[in-house]
């Protein structure tokens, strides 16, 4: 069964740091991009990074303008585990962050699997 599930949220003050884990089970990780998403209540889902499949020339990465310099996505095959580092975070990062993946490249908008995610809450 596919699945990914998300961890790592939680409430931090402005400033702060969080890293999330998004961990992949029923499926190849390796084939696939991972993107991040987040929806903040009364707002659309936006897409904040991907990162795309090893191997992968064209779409490698992807950050939102909002978030550049400040999100990391990274991956690591062997565990199957794709990672945001989230640093200096804003209050308006708050957010239910979402990992989901497609196939090889960050191009597109359209993703396979979503996993369930995770509250991040950046307030002082």
């Known amino acids: 069964q596919v699945q990914l599930v998300e961890s790592g949220g939680g409430l931090v003050q402005p400033g702060g740091s969080l890293r999330l884990s998004c961990a992949a089970s029923g499926f190849i990780l390796d084939y696939y991009a991972v993107g991040w998403f987040r929806q903040a209540p009364g707002k659309e889902r936006e897409e904040v990074a991907c990162i795309s499949a090893i191997g992968v020339i064209d779409g490698s990465t992807y950050y939102l303008d909002s978030v550049k310099g400040r999100f990391t996505a990274s991956r690591d095959n062997a565990k199957t585990t794709a990672y945001l580092q989230m640093n200096s975070l804003k209050p308006e990062d708050t957010a239910v962050y979402y990992c989901?993946?497609?196939?090889?490249?960050?191009?597109?908008?359209?993703?396979?699997?979503w996993g369930q995610g995770t509250q991040v809450t950046v307030s002082s």
């Open positions: 989901a993946v497609r196939p090889g490249s960050c191009l597109g908008d359209e993703y396979d699997h």
